[in-house]
Structures are given as structure tokens and as C-alpha cells.
């Protein structure tokens, strides 16, 4: 099973290393978030993503295509992902009706400053093609993605999710779920490790919380692409901070390639 | 499921943290073998492994006494493991045949310088027994293994391994098998559980090979009461290098312990 790293414009993140390393930010004013930008930029994380969930003018369009083109410059070439978390999968309550949530996709996509975008597939249908139609026409990737904060669904539950994303034409398939035993550890790492297998797009998996922390760290060598840190301020329960994170990868990476 | 440590006379390794780490000794020589007990006790693992397969005067049974007696003073008080690994089981070829293994086991207990022995599971049964008889009888900690170098059986046989060690009077069950694929890991990973939540005694287990190292670092997570580090030589494929293991070790506590 070859890795299949996340593409940016045709690029693969991390220079195709497994995982690439993606630091929220949170910001709910311009100011804040531009200087969290700038802080986080600074750490070096291979992808910035824009919770804009979190963003107070989330309704004024022309502000958030504002902060998006500034965050592009305070990015020094870091690729971005732009995501609205719906509040059913544990998102921030915002202003915007569903169908306004849309046309923000549409205007952001049209906007041209963000890489990547990221939807849940458990949105109405019509809004997920819609969506896609968008990203595409503007040669954005797309992230369908599956939250659960409460519980870890089964194996083939979870395999089915990374199905439905490919099914729905994502580019990349992200399923993050709470632990509530161990055991869902090993349900979340075997449910990638058969999508990594089954799919052809890049998959992306975590378990939330303490515990989940082990799938954070270790879900690259079960295919997981892409994993979340902590530049400035976490976006989920279990995120390490950005530095531990890299220093926990380097260890586990050599520790894999210095007996195989 | 409250973590089960090995105990050490009554005491558990490492204060009860899991996972206590061992170093292994695989010394040809007397001298040889002092000098890299002393260099590797002074690394601080919670336990100290005498491979005796691989001392050359294994045959002679005073000369084993008498440096069992030097290891526990430059063990420096860090308990002793006292393992003879089969050949058929990944160890060292010997000159010596089972019998004559088992009248060794009843003088290092009679002898009195070690705390724990390991024997295989799958040698003869009545050699199993004599090694529980003796081992109890001078109130060393009986560990009962299981090693596959070939291959990872299924979660179901490991399971049975554990319980095997149980039925036949083990103080401490312990399985280690080669991964073939990452899934494997999963495998141990779930049987290791299963068995810790099952069994009234400590179970320890580990994946060999590269993709194995991360089962030696987040075993303890399934429930994994052991890990084998390198103080000065590996003894089996995959084992990192005591600093590493207790700075992956100590990442990994506290990634889990911030979340929960």
C-alpha cells in the first residue's frame, strides 16, 4: 500500500511524507486571527486551516473573502483549508442558514485564496454536490468529512463513511470520532487502514480526546494523511501542541525505519 | 480496567506505571556481561533481563551462580530477569539439553539472585511445572511466554496464549510475535486487550520488526504491563534505544493524561 499524501494544486503536502501536520485557527476578530496566522505560520505546520465557524462576520461575505486574502499573505506560502464545522458535528453556532453556508463556499471559491475547503458528507445532498461543483470549478480540493463527538461507530460503519466520500467525488476522506474505550482506538486505526486500502483518494482519521491522542500520533502508519496540532489554540479535544506533535513523529517515524 | 504492573516481591515495577521498562543483557562473558549490566543499569530501567542463552558457560552451572551473584550488585537494586530464550523461540543455540535447563532454572532460584525467570509456554509440560515448582518455592515471579518470529497469528490464538499462561500458574503472561502487515499490529494490539481486561495476571506483549516498534511504545495503552528497551544490545528486532523509548513513552503519558 503506497501512502497517498494529500495534493495541493497537484503537489503533495509534506512533500508526500505521511502525515502532514495541519494547525487550526480560531480567531474570531480579523486582528486575532491574522495574528494567529502569523504565529502559527511561524511554527511551520505543512496546513493552515481556517475555522471559520469561529469567525464573528461570518455573514459579511465581503469580510471573510477580506480575511481569507490576507490570510494568504500572513500563510508565507502555507497551503490553507477553509471549513465551516457544522454545529451538529461540533462546530461553533453561526448566523448563516444552510443555504447561505453555500454561496460562502461559492464566494470563497471564487475568491481563489483558499486551497483546500471542507464539508461534512452529512449535509443535505444538494448542498454537498453544490459544493463540490464549486471547489471544482475553482480547482480547490475537497474534504468530505464525518464527526462523531459522542461515540466511535463501528468498523464497517466507519469504512462506509470513507466510501461516501469517494461516492460524493472528495478529494481527501476525513472520519474523527470520540473514544469511549480503548478498543475504539484499534476500531478507528482498522477502519483506516481498510479505506487506505480500498480507496483512492488519501483518507484522514482521529480519535478525539486523551486517549485518542495514540490515533493523532500513530494513525499515518494505518494511512491516515493528515493529522491536527496546536499552533495557537486547539479546534478538538486530544490535539497536541504542534511541536510535541513533530517531535512524537520524528521519534515514531525512525523508530519504524530503523528496524524494518 | 485498573492497570495490572508486575510485582517484584510484593512491589510493582516502575511504582505501578505501566509500561516498567527491561533492558536486556546478552553478554558472551562474565566480563563482558558486568560491564554492560553496569553501563545499562546506570540508564535506570525498571528491569534487567540476563539472556543467559547467550552466555558461553551457560553448561556450567557454578560459573551461572556465581554471575548472578555479580549482576545483583551491579544491578545497583533494579530487579532481575533470568531468561533462558529456546532457540526454537528466537534464542541462542546452547549446549545444553531440557532437563539439564530445568535443573538450571532450580539452582538460579535456590541461588537466590533473581527475581523473575521466563520460560516458553510450549516446552514440555512437566518442565513448565518443575520451572513453576522451583520458581515458587524461592519466591521468584514466574513470567510464561509465547514468541513467533515468523509471523502474528490470530486475536483468538493470542488470546489462548495468555490464557495458557494463566492456567499454568504464570505470574506474568507475555506473547511476542513478528507483524507481516500493519494490521498485525491492530492484532496484538486486541488480543493484548482483551487478555489484560480477562486475566488476573499482568500480561506484557510486543510486535517485533519496524511497524512492532509501535506496539513497544504504545502497548502499555492495551493494557502491555512490560516494554524492551536497548540499554546496550538489542536482543530482538525492534527495540529502541532506552532514551528514546522513555522520551516516546513520556510524550505519549502526557498527550493521553492532557485530554482526559
Given at each position: 500500500m503506497p501512502p497517498k499524501p494529500i495534493l495541493v494544486n497537484g503537489k503533495p503536502l509534506?512533500?508526500?511524507?505521511?502525515p502532514a501536520v495541519c494547525a487550526p485557527l480560531v480567531g474570531r476578530t480579523r486582528d486575532a486571527l491574522l495574528a494567529e496566522a502569523r504565529a502559527v505560520a511561524a511554527k511551520q505546520p505543512d496546513l493552515l486551516e481556517?475555522?471559520?465557524?469561529?469567525?464573528?462576520?461570518?455573514?459579511d461575505t465581503g469580510a471573510v473573502l477580506d480575511v481569507a486574502g490576507q490570510l494568504r499573505r500572513a500563510a508565507g506560502g502555507i497551503p490553507l483549508l477553509f471549513t465551516r464545522r457544522s454545529q451538529r458535528e461540533g462546530g461553533e453556532p453561526i448566523a448563516l442558514a444552510e443555504p447561505q453556508v453555500v454561496d460562502l463556499y461559492r464566494a470563497i471559491g471564487a475568491g481563489g485564496h483558499m486551497d483546500l475547503v471542507d464539508f461534512e458528507m452529512g449535509n443535505d445532498p444538494e448542498h454537498v454536490q453544490a459544493v463540490r461543483e464549486a471547489s471544482r470549478r475553482h480547482g480547490q480540493g475537497l474534504v468530505l468529512s464525518y464527526h462523531n463527538f459522542g461515540e466511535t461507530p463501528g468498523v464497517d460503519f466507519l469504512v462506509q463513511r470513507f466510501a461516501q466520500a469517494e461516492q460524493l467525488a472528495a478529494d481527501v476522506a476525513k472520519v474523527a470520532v470520540m473514544p469511549r474505550h480503548q478498543r475504539d482506538l484499534l476500531v478507528v486505526l482498522d477502519a483506516t487502514l481498510r479505506a487506505s486500502e480500498e480507496r483512492a483518494i488519501p483518507v484522514v482519521s482521529m480519535a478525539m480526546g486523551g486517549w485518542g491522542a495514540l490515533t493523532r500520533l500513530c494513525g499515518w502508519a494505518f494511512g491516515s494523511a493528515l493529522t491536527f496540532a496546536v499552533?495557537?489554540?486547539?479546534?478538538?479535544?486530544g490535539q497536541l501542541p504542534i511541536e510535541d506533535m513533530r517531535a512524537g513523529l520524528a521519534l515514531l517515524h525512525q523508530a519504524v525505519a530503523r528496524a524494518r
Open positions: 509534506a512533500e508526500g511524507r505521511l481556517w475555522r471559520v465557524d469561529f469567525f464573528q462576520d461570518l455573514a499552533g495557537g489554540a486547539a479546534s478538538a479535544p
